[in-house]
């Protein structure tokens, strides 16, 4: 009995300094205030994966010097880029045995495909990410996808979406007039995603996305507004608030989600994610992954999904409607679905968790 306790015992200190070891072998750990608690960023030391390996300094590259540690500009715009690289993809042209791109990084190398009107404003990001491929030695496609990833989960709320490393460079032009229009009937705009191989559902968790977007070319006079009331949470806000007839102060409502928001054919998929942050996160998090591969083969790749660093749960920081903290006691810090809406997000705790994490990717601002 006694020589049992002594050996848990024996154990339990044996734990503790190999959890303390651990712990110093990692460069730095960042305990995130308020939130994530206990979790770390893993540096990629351990990483046993030798593809994985080098992509965590890329990871780092990305986070630091392209989106300066925060869900800014350059995110927005990486997240759009993934859409409109992936976006030209066809299963029609495939099977017409016509080469058609999608996923493959051609808008880190086709200046052309750039300069088309749809792709106006992402210029800045693509100009951001160029150099990357050849510094590290990786493929365009990849390095646009992942940071298509990261863009996500830098945002407060973004869920971690399977990275998968291996995309080739297809090295054809992508053809012209295949990302939808904001103007589009809702008919077309559908059948070009499901073209794409995405459904209805797929589609209505991806335009989510405009959760933390702005637009500046749909209507110039109002450049700079956004779709939903917060732009810098990564929440379901977009979708009550696009349902809503009233339209808040700074927000531009695209006439295409309005629509998709209405029409017969998608409002029960759009109006599935009212509310339901968890429903969205896990559809979003599936959908992107598989516009990230579009045109690739998944097979020949490898999973690095290791590489993220820990979501910025959302659920510590609302304000219940009390106007108690949300991080009061351990069944509040679950975060409830139906709290999403209704919920306001402490501004004051937010802006700490951000600035921590700006210091922790190298920005003190
Ligand atoms: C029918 C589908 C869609 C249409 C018509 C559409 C249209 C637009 C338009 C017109 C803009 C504003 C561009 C500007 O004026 O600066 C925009 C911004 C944006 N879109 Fe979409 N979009 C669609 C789907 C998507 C999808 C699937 C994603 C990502 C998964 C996405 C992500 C974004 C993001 C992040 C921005 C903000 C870019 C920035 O702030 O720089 N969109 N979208
Ligand atoms: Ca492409
Ligand atoms: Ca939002």
Redesign the pocket.
């Known amino acids: 009995m006694i020589s049992t306790r002594w050996m848990i015992s024996v154990l339990l200190v044996g734990l503790t300094i190999f959890q303390l070891t651990t712990a110093s072998d990692l460069q730095r750990t960042l305990n995130f205030p308020d939130t994530n608690r206990g979790k770390t960023i893993n540096r990629g030391q351990n990483s046993r994966n030798k593809v994985c390996r080098k992509w965590y300094g890329i990871r780092d590259r990305i986070l630091r010097d392209v989106f300066q540690g925060q869900c800014g ?1 350059a995110a ?2 990486a ?2 880029l ?2 409109h690289d992936a ?1 030209t993809f066809s299963q029609m042209r495939q099977r017409r045995g016509q080469k058609n791109g999608g996923a493959d990084g051609s808008m880190l190398w086709d200046l052309q495909e750039v300069l088309r009107p749809e792709n ?3 210029q800045n990001i693509v100009t951001a990410l160029r150099p990357l491929p050849r510094e590290y030695g990786v493929s365009n496609a990849d390095i646009l996808h992942v940071a298509g990833i990261l863009a996500v989960i830098i945002c407060p709320g973004g869920p971690p979406i399977e990275t998968w490393i291996g995309r080739r460079d297809i090295g054809v032009r992508n053809p012209d007039g295949m ?4 103007n ?1 009937s809702v008919e077309k ?1 559908l059948a ?2 499901a073209d794409m191989g995405l459904s209805v559902r797929d ?1 209505m968790a ?2 989510g ?2 959760s ?7 209507d110039p006079s109002q ?1 700079g507004k956004s ?1 939903d009331s917060t732009v810098d949470i990564w929440d379901v806000k977009f979708y009550g608030e696009t349902l809503n007839s009233t339209t808040p102060d700074g927000v531009f409502k ?1 006439a ?2 309005v629509k ?1 928001s209405q029409h017969r054919l998608s409002a029960r998929q759009f109006k599935r994610f009212v509310d339901e942050q968890d429903d969205w996160d896990d559809d979003y998090a599936d959908a ?1 992954e598989r ?1 990230s591969l579009l045109g690739q083969d998944r097979r020949r790749m490898t999973r690095c999904t290791e590489i993220l660093p820990p979501k910025i749960d959302l659920g510590p920081l609302f304000i219940d409607k009390d106007g108690d903290n949300g991080a009061d006691s351990e069944d509040e810090r679950q975060f409830s679905p139906k709290d999403a809406f209704s919920l306001r997000v402490d501004r004051g705790r937010l802006r700490t968790v951000l600035r921590r994490l700006r210091g922790y990717w190298g920005y003190s601002g």
């Open positions: 500009d927005r715009a997240v759009r993934a859409f976006g106006n404003g992402l990302i939808p229009d904001v589009d705009m070009r995603f589609t991806l335009v996305a405009h933390t977007a702005k637009q500046r070319f749909v450049a779709m695209f295409s989600d998709f992107h516009m």
